[in-house]
């Protein structure tokens, strides 16, 4: 199991980006917290899909943002976004079926959450930054 903390490296420089990101990993963290518990599994796949609802919303936001700032990658990190959400829809249908594991499915969201932030979520950040001083 992963230790599902914020940390400032996580941080892209965007007020409300960086705020949804903290509630995101703080959903990750309640899911796994539910899983360490051994709440019961109607409370843990709740989570779960309230986890992906949020995650949607998110993608979306930020992308509204990329649309606002016109931002060039904007289509590719739309598909990447949505790639994500068929994965995790996919795992937890699995989970929800009994063919998936819920530690897995946090290493997988918390794994992603980091890479994704560090790199191509900092580059929006940084766009934006760059726009608002034109």
């Known amino acids: ?3 599902v903390i914020w940390d400032k490296k996580y941080e892209v420089g965007h007020k409300r980006i960086d705020f949804e990101h903290q509630v995101f990993v703080d959903l990750i963290r309640a899911v796994s917290e539910a899983g360490e518990r051994a709440d019961d599994e109607e409370r843990i796949s709740r989570l779960l899909i309230e986890t992906k609802k949020y995650a949607a919303f998110h993608f979306f936001s930020e992308e509204n943002l990329m649309i606002d700032v ?3 990658d904007l289509e590719k990190h739309k598909k990447e976004h949505a790639r994500l959400l068929a994965q995790f829809d996919d795992r937890i249908n699995l ?3 009994g063919s998936d594991n819920l530690d897995d499915i946090v290493d997988f969201l918390f794994s992603w959450f980091a890479l994704h932030t560090t790199q191509k979520d900092k ?11 034109r």
Request: net charge negative.
């Open 1 to 3: 199991m992963i230790e």
């Open 70 to 72: 016109s931002f060039p």
């Open 123 to 133: 580059e929006i950040a940084k766009f934006v930054a760059g726009s608002a001083a």
């Open 95 to 97: 989970y929800i079926n």
